[in-house]
């Protein structure tokens, strides 16, 4: 009985949360959104009132867990984790984030004790529910990164294009900005705006490299900043540059060909042990139980997944060859 309520209090609070983010998570999220943008193009914060203390020092976006926040901010896991937020494309906090891995580990805990009775598979299912958000988040920074950088050979070619027709450096990148999608866009207008309400250049230009850590982003911003110093033709500069970066990506996909029999040996080999216990599991159940009832079973299986994760990424570190 006690079950049957869990589920039915889970459930129903599920189907209630899911009803009221459709109904005010988007106008939250656009809040959220506007707020950021004031944050990314703020340098100071507003003349403080009589009686408060004056601070240069930005304050945080607003949070729905301010306190897990300020604890986070004082550990080194709590600018880490903004910053994978933010190379994310994301909105939330640390502590938003922090809030959501401990309620997924949670949840997934008690719901695979309800159904399946192994002593280690709550342990395992809290495992997962924690590893899974941060989990997307790098695999959509690897995706965003991804974009940007084939984007950016266009926005490079854009660049030169309107310095060749008379138009200041600065001018160039709001019409970056404002031309190139997402990625791209968004990024080169945050430094647009950084620079237009005052910070400098240089310093713009080196906060780019710190929300984009990509080798092509570091090489564009060496090549401004010298030619400020020294002079030259910025726009010839951008081209060769937007040159070099299309021909790295067609080598690039010529070794993704040459290693494509690697990378599908190293799939096969990860997931025909998984799918033959599966189908083990079905023709003759009793026979695999044992690898989960029997201690010395499990102690097999916990090493076999040891092994099997090590072959895959030794697979992959010796096809992975860096342009």
Partial sequence: ???????????????????????????????????????????????????????????????????????????????????????????????????????????????????????????????????????????????????????????????????????????????VADEMKPPVGPEFRKTFDQQNYGLPLRDALHQMTENVPILDVRFFVTAVLIQKETGGNLSEILENLARVIRERFKIRRQIRIHTAHGRFTGFVLLALPAGLAILLSIINPEHMDLLFKERLGQMMLMIAIVMQVIGFFWIRKVIKIEV
Avoid: C, W
């Fill in 1 to 175: 009985m006690l079950a049957a309520i869990l589920v039915f209090v889970l459930a129903a609070g599920s189907i209630v949360g899911a009803y009221a983010a459709y109904l005010y998570l988007p106008a939250e999220l656009e809040r959220r959104r506007f707020e950021r943008r004031l944050k990314d193009v703020s340098l100071t914060q507003p003349p403080p009132s009589a009686g408060d203390e004056a601070s240069l020092v930005m304050r945080p976006a607003e949070s729905p867990l301010p306190v897990l926040d300020k604890i986070l901010a004082g550990t080194s896991a709590g600018p880490s984790l903004a910053k994978l937020i933010e190379q994310a494309g994301y909105q939330i906090t640390p502590g938003a984030l922090v809030g959501i891995i401990v309620g997924l580990a949670i949840v997934s805990g008690l719901l695979t004790r309800l159904f399946f009775h192994q002593v280690f598979a709550p342990a395992v299912a809290a495992a997962i529910g924690v590893a899974a958000p941060i989990v997307f988040l790098m695999n959509r920074r690897t995706a965003r990164l991804r974009t940007f950088e084939e984007q950016f050979p266009e926005a490079l070619d854009l660049l030169s294009r309107a310095l060749k027709a008379g138009h200041a450096f600065q001018t160039a990148l709001g019409m």
